[in-house]
T-cell receptor, first 114, second 112 residues
């Protein structure tokens, strides 16, 4: 069974640009969560999708958005990139969005904003 | 915002020794999970403990939960160099939304 796949693995952008990251969950998983990881702030919850609907959203500005498709694949978009957006972006999937379900993480997308 | 906070931030031990990491949280929980992350990679689930459980074991891992003190500990026995990684606790919030909030992690180094 294939794991959670995130693409691309590395990305370099400049300030002001926008970026789209992709996440393919494990087959059969319908819940996808996104996290931003930085050395200073640790893992910060971005948002969670289930059956194409956003169920939870973290404390991030509106420049951060996401969506989920009917095949459960998810994308997140960051517009007008800032230097502080440089981070490892992690996607995690589970069968359903319950906190007694373990999350399966992808390897992440390392975003560098110059 | 962090719900759980791990302690210590960093821990260095010799192979064969035991490693203990602690997690404290602020509000009542339903579940607490521990994850491990090798450098720059995704997290891997280790163990889940429910609020009505006090202790769980999985191989060389032992997790305890003290809801009165709002704290949990992860013990790795007979550590190996391959256990070198960062360890995170993740908690939900009782009565809150169904999402997991992670602490900042403990960076464990096991020296051969």
């Amino acid at each position: 069974k294939a794991g959670v796949t995130q693409t691309p693995r590395y990305l370099i952008k400049t300030r002001g640009q926008q970026v789209t990251l992709s996440c393919s969950p494990i087959s059969g998983h319908r819940s996808v969560s996104w996290y931003q990881q930085t050395p200073g702030q640790g893992l910060q919850f971005l948002f969670e999708y289930f059956s194409e609907t956003q169920r939870n959203k973290g404390n991030f500005p509106g420049r951060f958005s996401g969506r989920q498709f009917s095949n459960s694949r998810s994308e997140m978009n960051v517009s007008t990139l800032e230097l502080g957006d440089s981070a490892l972006y992690l996607c995690a999937s589970s069968f359903v969005p319950r906190t007694n379900e373990k999350l399966f993480f992808g390897s992440g997308t390392q975003l560098s904003v110059l | 915002s962090q719900q759980g906070e791990e302690d210590p931030q960093a821990l260095s031990i010799q192979e064969g020794e035991n490693a203990t990491m602690n997690c404290s949280y602020k509000t009542s929980i339903n579940n607490l999970q521990w994850y491990r992350q090798n450098s720059g990679r995704g997290l891997v689930h280790l163990i889940l403990i429910r609020s009505n459980e006090r202790e769980k074991h999985s191989g060389r891992l032992r997790v305890t939960l003290d809801t009165s003190k709002k704290s949990s500990s992860l013990l790795i026995t007979a550590s190996r160099a391959a256990d070198t990684a960062s360890y995170f606790c993740a908690t939900d919030t009782q009565g809150g939304s169904e999402k997991l909030v992670f602490g900042k992690g403990t960076k464990l180094t096991v020296n051969p």
